[in-house]
């Protein structure tokens, strides 16, 4: 059958989202995960544990073979290496499950680190890498690829290796990571199709470990700390525009105040309007046919929402 051949090339992106005892994602306010993204990562080492299985070498009297079944490995789990090279106290605390420290503002500016056994969260982990062949992918509007490594279920994670000196102090984060049945299609949209940005066709099933694949949806934005819940909004054909080639955007959601949250609304054609308040409209008149990402980012967290939209209407 035809397939996409390429090679995974530099890390891009890494979200690790919160996860309870039973593997499922936490939500926060709005329903919205409770997740960290950054690119504040050196490498990622995936290396799984091995099952070898059990030999069945029996012989007869004379020495000869008389049954013989060779044992059958499987992947227990993959143990996982983060080593990073940007302290972010929430991401490490969501990976360890160790407490947060706060400063008199409620800023996060620290973990405390304890010997107690975390039995009560987990944590899943995506990655995003660059590919090597640079032409992007085909379609209606041609976009670049991007590696895309899921795990949905990290237990057992605890801050190891670092080394203060002359030079830029890195961190080690190791974990197991093992079947996530919770995790389902997962909370958020990671592919860019004909149809829309949707999830995972398929769910995490109750022996599924990995889920690689190529992807058009770029990763997320990164910011700093527990990303919070982005503006939203949805997306449809303006009426007024008889040509069918114009969107309009209805906000749905934007982060209260103080400080206040401005946000843009990227239409995926080099146009970027200002994104409006609550239930309040902007619209935008495309001048190609074609799949368009849209991308809404509050300005004063960086947090994204993806959509798209296919213009003509039918």
Same mark, same amino acid.
């Given at each position: 059958? *035809?397939?996409? &051949? ?15 005892? &039973?593997?499922? *994602? ?27 299985? /059990?030999? #069945? ?24 290496? @983060?080593?990073? &090279? ?26 405390? $680190? ?44 605890? @801050?190891?290796?670092?080394? $203060? /000196?002359?030079?830029?102090? !890195? ?6 990571? #093992? ?22 066709? /398929? ?16 990763? %997320?934005?990164? !910011? &700093? ?11 449809? /054909?303006?009426?007024?525009? =008889? ?11 934007? %982060? ?7 946000? !843009? ?21 495309? =001048? ?27």
């Amino acid at each position: 059958m *035809p397939a996409v &051949c390429d090679t995974p090339v530099r890390g891009k992106m890494l979200r690790a989202t919160k996860l309870d005892v &039973c593997g499922n *994602p936490v939500l926060g306010a709005g329903g919205w995960p409770l997740h960290v993204v950054t690119k504040g990562f050196v490498t990622v080492e995936y290396a799984p544990e091995m099952d070898e299985g /059990e030999e #069945i070498d029996q012989k007869d009297a004379n020495g000869e073979s008389a049954v013989y079944e060779p044992g059958r490995r499987r992947i227990k789990f993959y143990n996982l290496t @983060v080593t990073a &090279c940007r302290v972010d106290p929430e991401l490490y605390t969501m990976f360890t499950g160790h407490s947060v420290v706060l400063d008199e503002d409620g800023l996060a500016t620290g973990m405390r $680190i304890t010997s107690k056994v975390n039995l009560t969260s987990a944590v899943a982990l995506e990655l995003w890498s660059g590919t090597q062949l640079k032409k992007c992918a085909g379609g209606a509007t041609p976009r670049p690829r991007f590696g895309y490594f899921l795990l949905p279920q990290i237990i057992d994670g605890h @801050v190891t290796d670092f080394t $203060i /000196e002359n030079s830029a102090a !890195t961190f080690t984060l190791t974990g197991k990571a #093992i079947e996530g049945e919770g995790w389902g299609v997962g909370p958020y949209d990671v592919y860019l199709r004909s149809t829309g940005v949707g999830k995972l066709t /398929e769910p995490m099933g109750e022996r599924d470990l990995l889920h690689i694949d190529w992807t058009t949806l770029p990763p %997320p934005a990164p !910011t &700093c700390g527990i990303t919070e819940r982005p503006p939203d909004g949805t997306l449809a /054909e303006l009426a007024t525009d =008889a040509t069918g080639m114009s969107a309009e955007f209805t906000a749905t959601f934007v %982060p209260p105040g103080p400080p206040v949250h401005g946000y !843009t609304v990227d239409w995926g054609d080099g146009v970027v309007s200002p994104g409006p308040a609550v239930a309040a409209k902007v619209s935008h008149q495309y =001048a190609e046919a074609g799949v368009y990402l849209v991308t809404v980012t509050d300005t004063t967290t960086g947090a994204q929402r993806f959509s798209s939209v296919a213009v003509p209407f039918v």
